[in-house]
């Protein structure tokens, strides 16, 4: 029988994923957006001239189609700090929507950076911020960005006073017999002269409003709802975008009268913390991401626009 050690990788994601089962309980609810004017507007924008030079994509519109929908559930926009035995909470309220976005390194394996302040940004800087993020990410070496981060993490810790986690940490990770495998020294150093501007570090990883997981992506062609996505904490919520159906759909057409029409269906699923929401906190939220899809061109007026 082969067997393969965990990775820092998927020791990283398996201690994140089980702290999210462990302390969240989720709650659910997916919802089919009509995106046939977001791509039309996607199209439209990749002939005129304010955007001839930047890359316009569906998925990076719907990450401002979300951010501007989260100011009407300003709830959204927070992070959770629970005491289960005390059973006493609070609410931290972000100055900035922060979304975070899963994306390739440069070895095709996944990670999950944070594009900031995406409510405060236009829909061209948006465009470009994503870009640009998307090249760092391309220049990350996925073992030594998550080295930093736990190293950062095991430093609070300390501070915190958290002594024998810590020691058992150190231990297992770096003595015992399933220590890990790290890239060499001479790897680590030429990965180290790129500079920060150019790759991601710890801190791109932390403090984010909310995680949106565009499925549709990785799997297109594949007709799905997202199933479940776990909740990365302190965040409160995550989503899962999966890809576009063809769908006949009822509309009105000019004059009022209902009509059967082919439309463009991107099922949203929508996780919480019930914690810290119910269904009320997100409703805003909801019907502005619904009318946003349908009105996209409003996008257009938000930012330095």
Request: include cysteine.
């Amino acid at each position: 029988m082969k067997e393969k050690p965990f990775d820092i990788q998927r020791r990283v994601v398996a201690h994140k994923t089980v702290e999210s089962w462990d302390t969240i309980p989720h709650a659910g609810i997916v919802l089919d957006l009509d995106v046939t004017e977001v791509i039309n507007l996607t199209l439209r924008l990749r002939e005129t001239s304010d955007f001839k030079d930047i890359r316009v994509t569906l998925n990076t519109v719907m990450l401002k189609i979300i951010a501007e929908s989260i100011k009407a559930s300003p709830d959204i926009n927070a992070q959770v700090v629970y005491h289960k035995h005390t059973n006493t909470g609070k609410m931290r309220y972000l100055d900035s929507i922060d979304i975070a976005v899963p994306l390739l390194a440069w070895d095709k394996r996944m990670i999950t950076p944070v594009l900031r302040n995406v409510g405060a940004l236009s829909l061209r800087e948006v465009c470009t911020e994503m870009e640009r993020l998307k090249k760092r990410a391309g220049n990350t070496h996925v073992d030594l960005l998550l080295l930093e981060a736990a190293l950062k993490d095991t430093r609070e810790r300390l501070f915190r006073g958290h002594l024998l986690p810590v020691l058992k940490r150190l231990w297992f990770n770096f003595v015992s017999g399933d220590r890990l495998v790290l890239p060499s020294r001479k790897e680590r150093n030429e990965y180290y002269r790129i500079s920060s501007e150019e790759r991601l570090v710890a801190e791109d990883l932390l403090n984010a409003s909310t995680l949106v997981s565009n499925a549709g992506s990785i799997m297109p062609g594949l007709r799905f709802h997202g199933a479940f996505l776990e909740i990365i904490p302190p965040q409160i919520t995550a989503m899962v975008l999966a890809d576009v159906q063809k769908k006949p759909t009822v509309i009105q057409d000019g004059t009022g009268s209902d009509i059967i029409a082919i439309r463009q269906i991107m099922p949203l699923t929508f996780f919480l913390d019930h914690r810290a929401l119910d269904g009320e906190h997100i409703t805003g939220f909801m019907k502005r991401v619904v009318y946003l899809c349908a009105h996209p061109d409003m996008l257009l007026e938000t930012g330095d626009n």
